[in-house]
């Protein structure tokens, strides 16, 4: 870092996130401009992501192979199977810019997640629906945009409080959330899967991070939503971006951890959420129907 030489000090940078701070949120991000952009994607194929990252996306691999023997063509986002609707996103994606769903709704093909959540919703509301069991697959969901995880929690439960808390100062908020999934200006009833006789899941995994595990923590507290799988693999706090003093880059775990309240106690979501119903075996998340004959069972 001394060095005074810009190549060495990315070099220490990314030994830095890679192998001292190495959490799933930390990356090195980019070299110093006197070293030349090139510079990054020779550090990383030469030392990879840093182990835990690297464990991680290969876990995911694991699990997204398990899928492929019974999707090869890839899952859809919205999936139907007797009386029961598969919901299913690897991230969670931020509405793009030139989309606005107050003027055309949202379909099948949407890409984004408050696209894909409120075409589901409405899908499953509509009339003569024959969906009694609705099925959240995070299995392989590696987090993203949180206030699009905060609108997907609130679709399902009808409202949703999400909590942060600043581990260095110990400041505390709480954020109380109500969604407009079928765009009529209006936040009702038709808007949340609450309150409609159905019976709601969430698949999880170790692969499910960041916000893919914030929203099984947050489900976990409602008891509104069973939790299919294996206990999430946390990821509490909120990213953030650093630069070097020489103008390179890294992501890191920002102080802001991602909590919910109880009792008047702030709890991060860090350990993860432990499943209702434990699935031993990758094809139990992907052999969909004799997972709906199971729900069949539990209900």
């Given at each position: 870092?001394?060095?005074?030489?810009?190549?060495?000090?990315?070099?220490?940078?990314?030994?830095?996130?890679?192998?001292?701070?190495?959490?799933?949120?930390?990356?090195?991000?980019?070299?110093?401009?006197?070293?030349?952009?090139?510079?990054?994607?020779?550090?990383?194929?030469?030392?990879?992501?840093?182990?835990?990252?690297?464990?991680?996306?290969?876990?995911?691999?694991?699990?997204?192979?398990?899928?492929?023997?019974?999707?090869?063509?890839?899952?859809p986002?919205?999936?139907?199977?007797?009386d029961?609707?598969?919901?299913?996103?690897?991230?969670?994606?931020?509405?793009?810019?030139?989309?606005?769903?107050?003027?055309?709704?949202?379909?099948?093909?949407?890409?984004?997640?408050?696209?894909?959540?409120?075409?589901?919703?409405?899908?499953?509301?509509?009339?003569?629906?024959?969906?009694?069991?609705?099925?959240?697959d995070?299995?392989?969901?590696?987090?993203?945009?949180?206030?699009?995880?905060?609108?997907?929690?609130?679709?399902?439960?009808?409202?949703?409080?999400?909590?942060?808390?600043?581990?260095?100062?110990?400041?505390?908020?709480?954020?109380?959330?109500?969604?407009?999934?079928?765009?009529?200006?209006?936040?009702?009833?038709?808007?949340?899967?609450a309150?409609?006789?159905?019976?709601?899941?969430?698949?999880?995994?170790?692969?499910?991070?960041?916000?893919?595990?914030?929203?099984?923590?947050?489900?976990?507290?409602?008891?509104?939503?069973?939790?299919?799988?294996e206990?999430?693999?946390?990821?509490?706090?909120?990213?953030?971006?650093?630069?070097?003093?020489?103008?390179?880059?890294?992501?890191i775990?920002?102080?802001?951890?991602?909590?919910?309240?109880?009792?008047?106690?702030?709890?991060?979501?860090?350990r993860?959420a432990?499943?209702?119903?434990?699935?031993?075996?990758?094809?139990?998340?992907?052999?969909?129907?004799?997972?709906?004959?199971?729900l069949?069972?539990t209900?």
């Open positions: 870092m001394l060095s005074g030489e810009p190549k060495q000090i990315d070099v220490a940078t990314y030994y830095l996130a890679t192998r001292y701070l190495d959490d799933i949120h930390t990356k090195y991000g980019m070299p110093c401009p006197a070293s030349g952009f090139d510079l990054r994607k020779q550090i990383m194929e030469a030392g990879g992501e840093g182990p835990a990252r690297d464990a991680s996306f290969a876990l995911g691999d694991e699990f997204k192979a398990a899928r492929a023997k019974y999707y090869p063509d890839g899952v986002a919205y999936e139907e199977i007797g029961t609707a598969f919901i299913t996103f690897d991230a969670f994606e931020a509405m793009p810019d030139d989309v606005d769903y107050y003027k055309t709704a949202p379909t099948a093909d949407a890409k984004d997640t408050m696209g894909i959540i409120a075409y589901s919703v409405q899908q499953i509301l509509r009339k003569d629906s024959p969906i009694k069991n609705v099925v959240l995070l299995s392989c969901n590696g987090g993203g945009a949180a206030n699009t995880a905060v609108y997907t929690v609130a679709a399902f439960l009808g409202e949703t409080n999400l909590s942060v808390e600043d581990s260095f100062t110990g400041a505390m908020v709480t954020n109380t959330y109500t969604v407009d999934t079928n765009f009529d200006y209006k936040f009702d009833s038709k808007d949340t899967l309150d409609k006789g159905l019976n709601l899941y969430c698949l999880e995994s170790n692969v499910s991070f960041s916000c893919g595990n914030l929203v099984p923590c947050l489900f976990k507290q409602s008891s509104d939503v069973s939790l299919l799988g206990t999430s693999g946390g990821g509490a706090c909120a990213v953030q971006w650093i630069s070097t003093a020489t103008g390179g880059a890294i992501r775990s920002s102080p802001n951890r991602l909590s919910f309240l109880k009792n008047g106690s702030f709890y991060d979501v860090d993860g432990d499943p209702d119903y434990y699935f031993g075996k990758k094809d139990s998340y992907y052999d969909r129907e004799k997972l709906v004959e199971f069949h069972t209900m």
